[in-house]
């Protein structure tokens, strides 16, 4: 066993962990935080995708050992108590999502993308997109959700 | 997976000595080959030796004719850097078409060409601009680099520390990525370098490989039409079932004649 201290969502935390330990499996089984989605395990979907230092990652194909010491961020850090997060009102408000298994995965991939260009054009966001699988929106809107998540996010 | 321990060494030097002293240790990068490896037991080293921790092997840096990306440097900053693309834009922008922005984010040029994938990106550019590599403790041309279907001439335990290319007249990268993972079916790095002419191909060989009768034939003129009718013969080129060797024979040709048209 490993122990490791990370700063999850704003809080520090730690623990015990076997090396082989994944980092979606820290945050999901050891502390409970279900949002970060394990889709194909195969680093292809981008259900997982999480924040490690500001950028986006895919949880599954991250040892958790290797946060040791860095800032995760997953898409419980988002909403501010019943507010949410101007990207997720935005996928509510321009239905980005239909059985909404990819959401959390594709916001925290979009805020990564807004984080270098606050001004993305459509095809910014579908190149993108390029790490993050779909299965049942067609992607429209999703592009859309997060054009006027960009836009509700600079106010 | 299988259970491994873990070492997080902080110097060169102890990375080297450690993986010397394990029986069969793994240096472990951006993870982005290495760990889905893992998962399906396809490597399954007894110890993982981090380079994530040790000093001095990120960044980018230009001195006279050379441009130095370090081993742990992702294609996420080697595709936004602004000295790469003042001084070698096409090698910006084989970083830029590398796999999906998470992959950018972990992966790392000493991970891509370690792991020397027939589809990989950064092989092309080392070939094609005649990069050097530099280890713990020799260099080695890019021609003597890659030997074969995942093969270097890397010795066990030996370190890629930083890819040192020579800054060429002018170059560019074009390639026919596979639509789902964006590897290279067929990628071509055409590049006037001070004294030739170099075109390096990944994708359609089990290693990347350059073409030397286009480059001699570009050499007397630098035209897309000196190259039209020259085809890579598809005896050995990859075939599986993104595209059959005669296909891929016909992209080095097309690919190549783009890259040029591009230059010119
Ligand atoms: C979904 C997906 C899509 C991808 N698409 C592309 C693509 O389009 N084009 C492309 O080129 N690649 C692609 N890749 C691969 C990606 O570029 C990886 O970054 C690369 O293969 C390995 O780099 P890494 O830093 O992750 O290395 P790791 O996975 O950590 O290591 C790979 C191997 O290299 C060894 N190694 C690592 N660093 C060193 C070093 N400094 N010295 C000696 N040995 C070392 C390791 O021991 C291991 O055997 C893709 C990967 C994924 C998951
Ligand atoms: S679960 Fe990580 S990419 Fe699919
Ligand atoms: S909403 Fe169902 S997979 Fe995207």
């Known amino acids: 066993m490993i122990p490791v201290t990370l700063t999850l969502n704003g809080k520090v935390v730690s623990a015990d962990i076997e090396p082989r330990t994944l980092l979606v499996q820290l945050i999901r089984d050891h502390f409970h935080l279900t949002g970060t989605h394990v889709g194909c395990d195969t680093s292809q979907c981008g259900a997982c995708v999480v924040h490690v230092d500001g950028v986006s990652v895919k949880s599954c194909t991250m040892l958790a050992v290797q946060v040791d010491g ?62 993050n699988l779909c299965r049942c929106t067609g992607y429209h809107n999703i592009v859309k959700a997060i054009s006027a998540g960009a836009e509700a996010m600079k106010s | 997976m ?70 742990m440097t992702k294609h996420a900053d080697v595709a936004v850097s602004s000295e790469v693309k003042n001084a070698i834009p096409a090698l910006s922008e084989v970083a830029e078409s590398i796999g999906d922005p998470q992959v950018r984010n972990r992966g790392t040029i000493g991970g891509s060409i370690s792991n020397a994938d027939p589809a990989a990106d950064y092989p092309a550019a080392l070939l094609g601009l005649g990069a050097t590599v530099e280890t713990n403790s020799r260099t080695i041309g890019s021609d003597d680099f890659f030997t074969g279907l995942f093969g270097t001439a890397l010795n066990a335990n030996e370190l890629v520390v930083a890819v040192h290319f020579p800054i060429p007249k002018r170059a560019v990268y074009m390639k026919f990525p596979n639509p789902a993972s964006r590897y290279a079916i067929v990628g071509v790095m055409v590049a006037e370098c001070s004294d030739e002419i170099r075109v390096a191909v990944t994708g359609a060989g089990p290693s990347v490989f350059r073409v030397f009768e286009m480059e001699e034939a570009l050499q007397k003129n630098f035209s897309p039409n000196s190259i039209q009718d020259m085809i890579v013969s598809a005896d050995g080129l990859n075939e599986d079932m993104h595209a059959s060797a005669d296909y891929r024979a016909h992209l080095i040709t097309v690919m190549a004649k783009r890259a040029v048209a591009k230059l010119i």
């Open chain 2, 2 to 71: 299988y259970d491994f321990s873990y070492k997080r060494p902080t110097s060169l030097s102890d990375a080297a000595e450690m993986s010397e002293q394990a029986e069969d240790g793994s240096f472990l990068a951006g993870g982005m080959t290495l760990i889905p490896a893992l998962k399906l037991r396809l490597a399954s080293p007894s110890i993982l030796i981090d380079l994530g921790g040790v000093q001095d092997l990120t960044g980018i840096s230009q001195e006279n004719n050379t441009l130095t990306v370090r081993a």
């Open chain 1, 70 to 131: 860095a800032k995760v961020q997953t898409i419980e850090s988002l909403a501010d108590k019943e507010r949410l997060h101007p990207m997720q009102q935005a996928f509510k408000d321009h239905h980005g999502l239909q059985c909404g298994f990819c959401t959390p995965g594709i916001i925290m991939s979009a805020l990564n993308l807004i984080a270098k260009n606050p001004n993305p054009s459509e095809s910014d966001i579908r190149d993108w997109l390029e790490g």
